[in-house]
């Protein structure tokens, strides 16, 4: 626990610091956060964060960061008041004590001469109070800078202890930790400030420590070297695939055609298995390390001249290396390689996505298997809901044209183009082999393509798909996953087949107002004829112009679109009330009550601004929201 007074330009030092004593719930004040922030910009590899910061003026905020092997989600029966500056977490370690179920972790920040003081208290005793009587025996822990607040009506209430046993800053003891946990935990060290931080640092022990799973994990890559490029190369050119054009259903075809690419693949690029261990950021020196060693043993000694000395040497040297690191290894790849260029920029600006667990309720998170098992079933439950397509409604169209035919030399055009940086799909087949030796594969394929289109059925190898559940936020949370498809690519050069003769007997028929997934036409021309309707709307006496953003409870693209709530909950296309919003646009001095919006017997809420493909909406149709967010 550490009040950072800014952890912006300290993120380094205290990811340093985490690594270091392996900490795996850290509670920072004073973070001096904004809303306006990238959230990537605030995190921490391996971490997951959890924060509020003010809206209405700089400084405060307070954050907690907990190891991604702990069960952490926020609590969010709990409403916070807004005058307060507080985050509640739950938090379930692998270990507890019998005793202690799970544990409740709050972290909080009162600013000094804080007119809320008794808003705080209660707010803390109250909540306690509600989270005691969902379950009696959770442990609790209140931490954070309570700046000579009384927080003794807190302690006698739910007889919880102040652990915190030396001053944090000058003779005062402002960052305490106030708990119920005390037998299980040893006496907390009072430790160097962070950086340049004049308040002491408190760290916390467990009794019993657990062991950090170690940080290597191994991977199987499948190296492909020039020379073995030019082995298959040899192999594959004088090839016949008779094996392929002689067999008679599209998947006996499929089935060869894997079976000798594959053996092949894996004769000349055998798979190889490597570790890959944490480590640090590439420029973080040693020369750095040893500077920030130095100047917390000043600070403990007391030389505290020597200390701001080297504290400020510590500053100059992190924005030292990060310069040099950037003007040596990543400057020359924004024009040899843009795309690595830009992933090294936004790593120094600590703006990567992190990697995120999704923490499965009632299943061991080690227990990767099962997890994704029930992953997996959690996706299907989108379609189980409707019912399966009847081949025998399908009109017969009679008689019919054939289908269309593939040949070799469009086949090959089509391979070329295949993007090399990306991943294989389910079949393993890398993209570099694909499109080096397209035109060797272009006939193989070309046979089996036409072979799948007369006889009206997909190879299975093409149906598979690897799938990625991404978080929609953090922290990751079961029910708000987005899953992300990995298909062959062979399936995606057909489907780029099929995709241009759809496109070309419909496009005719398309309306002029479809913005999407159209070439030449985005999503920037609907908003420029949203904002001139309600321009034009604005102009005319007695106008209200409403604006309802809808979101779907499920897959959106599961049904046609057609009405917004009665046709919607017939075809199994339930809109989420929570999501949707209302926003009203006048500019009447005096305008006429509007009726509320009512969905499933919710009234929706209205709201002042809204986010609509990517821009800041205003109901006085500004471009304050707008601006801000940028």
Request: charged letters at 25%.
């Amino acid at each position: 626990m550490c009040n950072a007074r800014s952890l912006l330009n300290k993120l380094d030092e205290f990811e340093l610091t985490l690594q270091q004593y392996k900490v795996d719930i850290a509670i920072v004040t004073e973070t001096w956060f904004s809303t306006a922030m990238p959230s990537e910009f605030l995190n921490v590899d391996n971490y997951t964060l959890f924060a509020t910061s003010r809206t209405d003026r700089r400084g405060g905020g307070v954050a907690i960061y907990t190891h991604e092997n702990i069960q952490a989600r926020p609590i969010s029966h709990v409403q916070v008041p807004p005058e307060l500056e507080c985050v509640w977490v739950w938090v379930r370690p692998k270990r507890l004590p019998r005793e202690v179920p799970s544990i409740a972790l709050c972290a909080t920040y009162s600013p000094p001469n804080s007119k809320h003081q008794e808003l705080l208290i209660d707010h803390l005793v109250n909540t306690a109070d509600l989270l005691k009587t969902f379950n009696p025996d959770v442990g609790l822990i209140l931490a954070g800078d309570y700046n000579r607040l009384d927080y003794k009506p807190l302690v006698l209430s739910h007889r919880l202890e102040q652990v915190v046993p030396a001053p944090t800053r000058g003779d005062a003891t402002l960052d305490v930790i106030v708990t119920n946990l005390k037998s299980f935990y040893l006496t907390p060290e009072v430790m160097n400030p962070l950086g340049t931080s004049d308040h002491k640092a408190a760290w916390w022990q467990s009794r019993v420590r657990t062991q950090r799973p170690n940080q290597t994990k191994h991977v199987v890559v499948r190296p492909l070297p020039d020379s073995r490029i030019r082995a298959f190369g040899q192999w594959i050119t004088s090839h016949t695939w008779d094996e392929v054009l002689q067999s008679d259903t599209v998947e006996e075809k499929t089935a060869a055609f894997y079976r000798t690419l594959n053996s092949a693949i894996e004769n000349y690029f055998p798979l190889r298995k490597c570790s890959l261990h944490h480590r640090d950021k590439p420029w973080i020196t040693a020369l750095l390390k040893d500077l920030i060693h130095r100047r917390q043993q000043a600070h403990s000694k007391g030389h505290m001249v020597l200390y701001r000395f080297l504290g400020n040497k510590v500053d100059r040297e992190c924005k030292r290396v990060k310069k040099e690191f950037y003007s040596d290894q990543v400057a020359r790849l924004k024009r040899s390689d843009p795309s690595e260029w830009h992933k090294q920029v936004r790593r120094l600006a600590n703006l990567s996505k992190p990697t995120s667990t999704i923490h499965v309720p009632g299943v061991d998170p080690s227990d990767t298997s099962t997890c994704a098992g029930a992953i997996n079933t959690h996706l299907a439950t989108i379609c189980k809901a409707l019912p399966p397509l009847d081949m025998d409604m399908l009109p017969a169209f009679l008689p019919a044209t054939p289908p269309p035919q593939v040949d070799p030399w469009q086949m090959y055009q089509r391979l070329k183009r295949v993007k090399v940086n990306k991943a294989p799909g389910p079949d393993a087949i890398p993209p570099t082999l694909i499109r080096e030796f397209a035109c060797e594969l272009a006939t193989p394929l070309t046979d089996i393509t036409n072979a799948s289109l007369q006889q009206g059925r997909v190879p299975p190898e093409w149906r598979d798909a690897i799938v990625i559940p991404v978080p929609k936020e953090q922290p990751a949370d079961l029910d708000k996953i987005r899953p992300v498809s990995l298909t062959s690519q062979f399936a995606k050069v057909v489907e780029g087949f099929v995709l241009s003769w759809l496109l070309r007997d419909i496009l005719p028929m398309v309306d002029t107002r479809q913005f999407g997934n159209l070439r030449g036409i985005s999503t920037t021309h609907c908003l420029i004829e949203i904002l001139d309707f309600f321009y034009k709307s604005s102009e005319r006496k007695q106008s209200v112009s409403s604006l309802v953003l809808t979101d779907f409870s499920k897959a959106f693209d599961r049904n046609d679109l057609d009405s917004l709530d009665d046709w919607s909950v017939r075809n199994h296309m339930l809109l989420n009330p929570r999501k949707c919003k209302v926003l009203h646009i006048s500019f009447m001095q005096r305008p006429p009550p509007v009726p509320a919006l009512t969905l499933g017997g919710q009234v929706l809420t209205v709201v002042t601004q809204a986010r609509l493909l990517g821009l800041q909406i205003q109901s006085d149709l500004g471009w304050d929201a707008q601006v801000d967010s940028m």
